[in-house]
């Protein structure tokens, strides 16, 4: 018999694992860690939105649902995107409920990419967006970004990127794990070049709660590109629902149709209980939401505050909550510094590398943490730039 791993997929076998879950899993083998690595909130999901679950499992809601997800859910969504976003949906046609904003994502290429198709990807990326591209058969092209222009593609890097096998674009802002926004003149100059050239946008819009300064634009909304995008949202990052597993999508019939059939065939539907408590969400829950973008607000001043003043630069993020500095003046590569941070002061960050190759010289931090885990992550942080200051002789490794 031949070896066990020679049976598997070679596009499987070649995908290495998520390099923030290496990280998460050093971490939870050691005490004491205070870990900013996953993009989890740290609050609990809203009273009022947990009783909702709790009281439809009370009254028996146990079974299926449509395939495209519980009609009152999704009127609820479209309500929502229209007067939040000013994005309008056919709740019937146009909107499909999904176990997570990942599984939308997943849907959405798989329905669009045929094998050989190029998807573009802004770069540092979110780590499933490369695996998935080639799930679907598709041909992943990064489109590198730099620290200097704020971590934004731009129209031009897209049109120059474009090759008789492009076929989708896929944008995500704000962005994980940059925290960059764009504008609506950069989302402007990109839709110009996507009609120019026929493309499809797949747009991961989960952070878009999450925008700090202006209003979110979705591009979407511009001239000539509903029907030509994919909007991806969801309850994980702006309602503390990272557990619920509850996203959505919405697009034109088609694009959502084809979708659809995938979904209904591996997944069938998203659990009743989380859609339940997510009407709950959109009724009743946006002003706990804003509380907790609030204190988002709040701790990202005093993160990129705290990274200037241990002297590693950081762009202001205007988004997510993620903040991107710069560790190459120390010497060390993103993998070095995780690694030595962890194990010296245990602290826990992601190498920039686990987002792409541009993202050497870079750390992910998450601050969806408590302001005293942050102070101390920041007290234990200076104290081992400090030691990398020092000859290499004074640094002592804690077991």
């Known amino acids: 018999m031949k070896a066990a791993e020679e049976f598997l997929n070679p596009v499987v076998r070649a995908i290495p694992p998520s390099g923030i879950r290496r990280f998460f899993d050093l971490a939870a083998e050691m005490k004491g860690v205070i870990s900013l690595g996953v993009g989890e909130p740290d609050f609990v999901t809203p009273w009022r939105i947990r009783e909702a679950c709790i009281y439809a499992l009370e009254k028996g809601y146990t079974m299926y649902t449509s395939n495209l997800g519980l009609k009152e859910l999704r009127e609820e969504i479209a309500r929502y995107l229209s007067q939040a976003f000013r994005l309008r949906y056919n709740a019937e046609k146009e909107i499909l409920v999904t176990v997570g904003v990942s599984e939308a994502l997943d849907l959405a290429l798989r329905a669009l990419v045929a094998p050989g198709d190029e998807v573009l990807i802004p770069e540092p990326t979110y780590v499933s967006y490369i695996p998935c591209t080639l799930f679907a058969g598709g041909v992943p092209v990064p489109l590198p970004t730099r620290m200097e222009n704020g971590f934004r593609i731009s129209a031009a890097q897209v049109e120059k990127a474009i090759t008789p ?235």
């Open 165 to 399: 096998k492009t076929k989708v674009l896929l944008l995500a802002y704000p962005n994980n794990p940059t925290g960059a926004v764009l504008n609506r003149q950069e989302l402007e100059d990109i839709a110009a070049v996507v009609r120019e050239h026929d493309l499809v946008v797949v747009s991961d819009e989960i952070y878009a709660q999450l925008t700090y300064e202006g209003e979110h634009v979705s591009i979407a909304r511009l001239p000539g590109m509903r029907e030509r995008t994919v909007v991806l949202q969801g309850f994980s990052k702006a309602f503390a629902m990272t557990g619920w597993r509850l996203g959505y999508a919405a697009g034109n019939e088609a694009f959502i149709g084809a979708m659809t059939k995938i979904h209904q065939y591996t997944m069938l539907c998203a659990p009743i209980t989380a859609q339940m408590a997510a009407i709950e969400a959109l009724r009743n829950g946006l002003g706990e939401m804003r509380q907790m973008v609030r204190q988002y607000n709040y701790r990202r001043r005093l993160v990129v505050n705290a990274f200037k003043e241990l002297g590693l630069p950081c762009v202001e993020p205007g988004g997510a909550f993620y903040a991107f500095p710069s560790i190459r003046h120390t010497g060390l590569s993103a993998e070095e510094f995780c690694e030595r941070l962890l194990r010296e002061e245990r602290v826990a960050v992601v190498p920039g590398t686990a987002f792409g190759p541009s993202g050497e010289g870079f750390i992910r931090c998450s601050y969806a943490a408590s302001v005293a885990n942050l102070t101390e992550a920041f007290r234990r942080m200076g104290n081992f730039l400090q030691r990398l200051r020092k000859p290499a002789s004074a640094s002592v490794l804690r077991a």
